[in-house]
């Protein structure tokens, strides 16, 4: 009785035994032969199939690999900072007194929420309270702003390329990207308007923009915030704006889409203290909108996975009072490291990257065949003074095949030294690799 | 211009106005006045007006409004457990010496890992490190086993009344919950596999049981789990086994999905230290299967999200080395405090409380017309010694309309002397409760 699903694997299986041998025979002994040696075919889900693997993960055990040979590896591949989380967060983990590791509100602690209303309005952000939800980390505030906003077949158009996890993020939600290609040639700059309505349909109900952008570095201007605060209120569209790296903004000034005065019930904000306090760890971001509406469905989506971690908020909390300097001390440490990684990439031969205006990331051109090739022959097949470098590959943030095929992102997450030390490793790998395009 | 999604409101708006102004004077002016005062009509999606508000939370403005008039509130409405989360791992936080709080291992860190396979070898089940992906809390456990293993439209099997955001995952998941329902004067024992099979049709994938339930507190037996060992392998489905209260037993031993003999590929346990460790704001929780494709392609879910919280899985990997007699004490106050609300319950004139053989819930079958009046009426209406009580409507465990109208849930989170004072209180409640179905 337990075998009838397996039967059609029976049958199938059946030839390779010989029709010589009686079917009649046969039957019983296969089946159970079947059932102990194989018993299930248990199908996963599709979306389980189409969800991507980690475009910068992938590539980490061959990182260990080069490692384990007595490779030191810079690792420019992924956004963890080597900064110290700030010691008064660390502390108030520490000092924390509650014998009881209780739920918090769904929406975040509101003595938290509070103080984040402050932080908002040094960036010229006015918002109350209660247009907080804290979430586990930006991860969550993007699911939930996909969730709360669209639905299963509706579409988000982002400009390419983009955080990979955002393609992540919306098979979960059923729904479907629509990239619109920024060019390297223009810094990754807005894409044209038209081109943007071009890809405007029945069924697009949101834009979504990192500002400053992963993997780009772009720090998008108040102007081309202003073209977007105009496209959404014609088609009447939400626009989901992440902005986890609004300290790290180099020369230009970080324009919030909360700032918009007539579409800032259209801005659902996502937020992260990640990158800000190097707390990556912590799993801790927000979802900030003045939208009523969307603020109280979102609700529902966070008290049903009841609240956000507890310890984090108390280090979040914190945070909230380090001296302004702070950021000035980490902003000037970014800003040494982008202007080395920038000068010596574009020292490079056939080498191009845009100076990025903010975040800590950089995408640059480089004269190579393949970026996946690349990048796993830089762990599997080169070596320079004993050292090699770990990247990003430029195909992973574009949801067009095909592009980003000569593209790689730095994440300039190691000190000057180390940024160096792999530029050098970097311009000698290029100049032997078997793929550089001007070399074949 | 930008008014134009406006105009089909606008033309609603119009005939309140009145007939005899002309149309086109008004028109441009309407535009405006519609624009400046409520400027935009952002649909949220179907899914979000769908999901449902916590059936707990949503009493709680009516407690806070009790106690501000003076009233000492019972909380027996939620699982937030009154005993000390354990020093030891509170001390392992405050210990930690990791000047950076990084992104952990998307699985959970490794070290964790490899003490929870010895955790769960005493409880005789048999995994490898590499089954596991620790979650945020179970709450994302239950969601990514959705999300891995079925699509939209698919159908998970929940025995009813079932903890209520299974309902909440599975909207998020776009999947179907089939209930078939327990019955309280049976003790809310597995419904009769005749029942469950009835329910199975082609898209159905799964079948999820709490074991110990929440929120009936039912205790399942071998007999029961090797039932459904049989019927998953007779119908190719998964087994979601919710095992968050695994420590909380009375009398009865026991039996984890995940000791099957034949089915151990079907099941996908999923795990919570929220509630064992009286460490609910930690949000930590775990996945474990012995299916591999599963693991892999939860995997992915779990890479997108980066990593579950740090601080909460350096106090759970304290938690590992707790004496064995920890769980001794805990175990036997809940099992003090389950006596005595049983007790009082059945003492009370046309009550029937079943004796719940695990977790620390209970429901009970009280005369009341309607226990969402109730509940409501018992703190706006109520109060006996200055003292009130708040429980859980039955009707939000259970997914069949109309079902669950007499029985509410007790979480019994309190201590002896406090629960013998909600008991004294409900006592009292139910003699004057306008709503009594003996009285009316």
């Known amino acids: 009785m337990h075998c009838i699903p397996y039967i059609p694997r029976l049958l199938a299986f059946l030839p390779c035994i010989g029709s010589t041998l009686s079917l009649c025979a046969l039957l019983p002994k296969c089946l159970v032969f079947l059932y102990i040696c194989n018993p299930i075919m248990l199908p996963i889900s599709n979306r389980g199939s189409l969800m991507p693997e980690s475009p910068i993960r992938k590539l980490a055990p061959l990182a260990e690999a080069a490692k384990q040979k007595g490779l030191t590896v810079y690792h420019l591949n992924i956004g963890q900072p080597d900064i ?6 660390i502390d108030a983990v520490k000092e924390n ?27 010229a952000i006015n918002i109350q309270h209660s247009d907080i939800i804290v979430t586990t980390g930006a991860s969550e505030a993007i699911l939930f702003s996909f969730l709360g906003c669209l639905d299963v077949g509706d579409e988000v158009i982002i400009p390419e390329p983009f955080y990979a996890n955002y393609h ?10 629509i990239p619109v290609s920024s060019a390297i040639t223009d810094g990754f700059s807005l ?13 697009t109900k949101a834009i979504l923009i990192c500002n400053p952008n992963n993997p780009t570095g772009y720090l998008y201007s108040e102007q081309e915030l202003k073209q977007l605060e105009n496209l959404v209120i014609k088609y009447n569209l939400y626009l989901f704006a992440d902005e986890a790296y609004r300290e790290f903004c180099y020369g230009g000034k970080h324009y919030s889409a909360l700032q918009f005065e007539h579409a800032s019930q259209h801005v659902v904000l996502v937020d992260s203290i990640s990158k800000r ?11 900030v909108t003045k939208n009523k509406l969307v603020i109280n469905t979102i609700m ?9 971690p507890y310890y984090a ?11 302004d300097d702070y ?3 980490t902003k000037t440490e970014y800003n040494k490291r982008r202007d080395i990684l920038v000068k010596r990439l574009n020292g490079m031969k056939d080498v191009f990257c845009p100076n990025p205006g903010g975040s800590f990331y950089a995408m640059a051109k480089l004269p190579i065949d393949n970026c996946d090739t690349f990048c796993t022959w830089l762990l599997n097949d080169f070596s320079y003074n004993n050292t090699t470098i770990m990247l990003a590959p430029g195909t992973g943030f574009y949801e067009t095949k095909g592009m980003g095929l000569q593209e790689v992102r730095f994440a300039y997450v190691l000190n000057t030294e180390s940024i160096n030390a792999a530029m050098d490793c970097l311009e000698e790998a290029l100049k032997v690799y078997p793929g550089n395009v001007n070399n074949i």
């Open 313 to 323: 908020q108390v280090a979040a909390e914190a945070a909230i009072d380090l001296p």
């Open 191 to 203: 894409p044209a308007l038209a081109e943007i309505e071009a890809k405007i349909t029945d069924r």
């Open 168 to 177: 992540a993020f919306a098979i979960v939600a059923g729904i479907k990207v």
């Open 300 to 308: 529902k989506f966070a008290q049903a996975r009841l609240s956000p």
């Open 277 to 287: 306090y190097s707390a990556c760890g912590l799993r801790l971001g927000a979802i």
């Open 327 to 329: 950021f000035t001390v």
């Open 97 to 123: 007194i509650s014998p009881i590791i209780e739920y918090s509100h769904s929406a975040g602690n509101e003595s938290y929420r509070h103080k984040l209303v402050s932080y908002y309005a040094k960036h």
């Open 84 to 89: 110290a989380t700030p010691q008064a967060m």
